[in-house]
């Protein structure tokens, strides 16, 4: 069946760093994949999203590029701000059709000032 | 424009009780789920509905039941709450991609 493996946190970053929390994923079909956010005492939010390989997803400074050969969507981020505290979720649904998403277990990020 | 809006947002129940979470969505879209979340494990999908009139298992549908009211609205009822049930429960609904509402905080004592 499909899955999503993501790093481990918690990770904890000084303010403007780089970021990098790694996706790889297991699926038949050709996935569309897709990064949410989940802040403190909040419902997950669609940060952005891949439907095809090579497609790179992009929103309020975050990407992910939709790798088939790695299997991997990678989100990245050149400068993270203390705003950007949350946990990151990386998920797949197998193509047209497929009504269900599968999600990673989630990464906790603290950027400190 | 409220999109996905949960009730309650907490609740204690003794073990036994039954009690219904409620979800409706203003977005006109014909899906509808219903996740827990548990430290650790990510979200897991409980039930889903793909329309209206229709509605699917998913990972862990056992110890819940779900009606799909109408295109609005999709209740997840727990007929006999137990202590393994305490998790944060979010209903969502999609068009291309979900959207989340805040939650429901339910403990099982």
């Known amino acids: 069946g499909d899955s999503v493996t993501q790093m481990e946190g918690p990770v904890t970053l000084s303010e403007e760093a780089f970021l990098t929390i790694n996706c790889t994923y297991t699926?038949?079909?050709?996935?569309?994949l897709f990064w949410y956010v989940q802040y403190p005492g909040e419902g997950l939010q669609l940060l952005l999203k891949?439907?095809?390989?090579?497609d790179k997803g992009s929103n309020k400074g975050f990407e992910a590029t939709y790798r088939k050969e790695t299997t991997s969507f990678h989100l990245e981020k050149g400068s993270v701000q203390v705003s950007d505290s949350a946990v990151y979720f990386c998920?797949?649904?197998?193509?047209?059709?497929?009504?269900?998403?599968?999600f990673g277990k989630g990464t906790k990020l603290s950027v400190i000032p | 424009n409220a999109g996905v809006t949960q009730t309650p947002k907490f609740q204690v129940l003794k073990t036994g009780q039954s009690m219904t979470l409620q979800c409706a969505q203003d977005?006109?879209?014909?899906?509808m789920y219903w996740y827990r979340q548990d430290p650790g494990m990510g979200l897991r999908l409980i039930y889903y509905?793909?329309?209206?009139?229709?509605?699917d298992k998913g990972e862990v549908p056992n110890g819940y039941n779900v009606s799909r009211l109408n295109k609005r609205e999709f209740s997840l009822r727990l007929e006999s709450a137990a202590p393994s049930q305490t998790s944060v429960y979010f209903c969502?609904?999609?068009?291309?991609?979900?959207?989340f509402g805040n939650g429901t905080r339910l403990t099982v004592t």
């Open positions: 998920a797949l649904t197998s193509g047209a059709g497929s009504y269900q998403l599968t």
């Open positions: 891949a439907t095809k390989a090579d």
């Open positions: 699926a038949t079909g050709y996935p569309s």
């Open positions: 977005m006109n879209h014909n899906s």
């Open positions: 969502a609904s999609r068009l291309t991609s979900l959207h």
């Open positions: 509905s793909a329309s209206e009139g229709t509605t």
